[in-house]
């Protein structure tokens, strides 16, 4: 073996990330130079080029082999999970609000645009007993059977007649199961908003089988030219409507002989003004 492989092989071997690589070079070069020596003879440093170069590529196929072991990608079965997570079902909100129809509140239905109680009418054993008449027709129509006499003590009509609406409220809540009636009172001459209240009031009580008793003063004409007057005031019953209310069906307890007639809502608006009404 000639002096410069010696050198190769000893720098080779000194180096402490080839250490392993140069053993096994030493080997093979040995064995090659061998071969070189006998096979060649006045070849030798042919050989030792030869064998160098050989080195050489060894240790470049080492420092690579290194190289890719430190950046190998990881294996798959140690290689976290890109899958997106499943999910459960909706929830019923998430339901809800994709679908309107989950979320919607159900609506009433519309009211009849006509509708008039079966009741039943009596007119008054009183000339002041209008108030307890009023109230006994409102009251058939949810098939509470009453006689005046009874009805008067509980209003505490007298001669002089029956205080106010709020009197009839009282009453017809005692009578009416749910204590549905309100007291609505008219300080003056109604003003618009007044009267589209009173129209739906009486459709509302009217829908729900309840009659309306109205305390009224002065005079008011009905659909059929008919005049009604009461200066000292009086208490009537409304037991229907029609067009959706712009008219109303009253049940008057003065005349049996004519007990019943039709007037505008905005004609019995004013009609009560200054009064009240229990609906």
């Not at 609506?107 to 008449?133: E, I, R, S």
């Not at 609505?184 to 739906?200: E, K, N, V, Y």
């Not at 009659?211 to 004409?221: E, H, I, K, P, R």
């Amino acid at each position: 073996m000639n002096h410069t492989l010696k050198r190769q092989l000893r720098r080779l071997a000194t180096e402490r990330p080839y250490q392993i690589a140069a053993a096994s070079a030493a080997v093979l070069a040995l064995a090659t130079t061998t071969g070189a020596l006998v096979a060649g003879g006045d070849g030798a440093p042919a050989s030792s080029q030869h064998t160098a170069a050989t080195v050489a590529e060894m240790r470049s196929d080492t420092v690579a082999s290194r190289g890719e072991a430190r950046v190998a990608p990881p294996s798959a079965s140690t290689s976290p999970t890109t899958a997106a997570p499943t999910t459960g079902a909706a929830s019923p909100a998430a339901k809800a609000s994709s679908n309107p129809d989950l979320t919607r509140k159900p609506t009433a239905p519309k009211p009849p645009a006509t509708k008039v109680l079966d009741y039943d009418y009596q007119a008054q054993n009183t000339y002041y007993n209008c108030g307890p008449a009023a109230t006994r027709n409102a009251l058939s129509a949810t098939g509470i059977d009453r006689t005046q006499d009874e009805l008067a003590v509980e209003l505490g009509t007298t001669e002089m007649g029956t205080n106010s609406a709020e009197d009839t409220t009282r009453v017809l809540n005692a009578e009416v199961k749910g204590s549905p009636y309100r007291t609505r009172m008219f300080a003056g001459t109604p003003s618009p908003a007044q009267m589209d209240r009173l129209q739906a009031d009486v459709v509302a009580a009217i829908t729900d089988g309840r009659g309306v008793v109205a305390n009224v003063a002065g005079d008011a004409t009905d659909t059929d030219g008919g005049w009604h007057s009461y200066g000292g005031g009086h208490y009537i019953a409304v037991v229907g409507y029609k067009d959706n209310g712009r008219t109303v069906r009253i049940a008057d307890s003065a005349n049996a002989a004519d007990p019943s007639y039709w007037i505008t809502t905005i004609d019995l608006a004013n009609w009560i003004a200054t009064r009240g009404y229990s609906a």
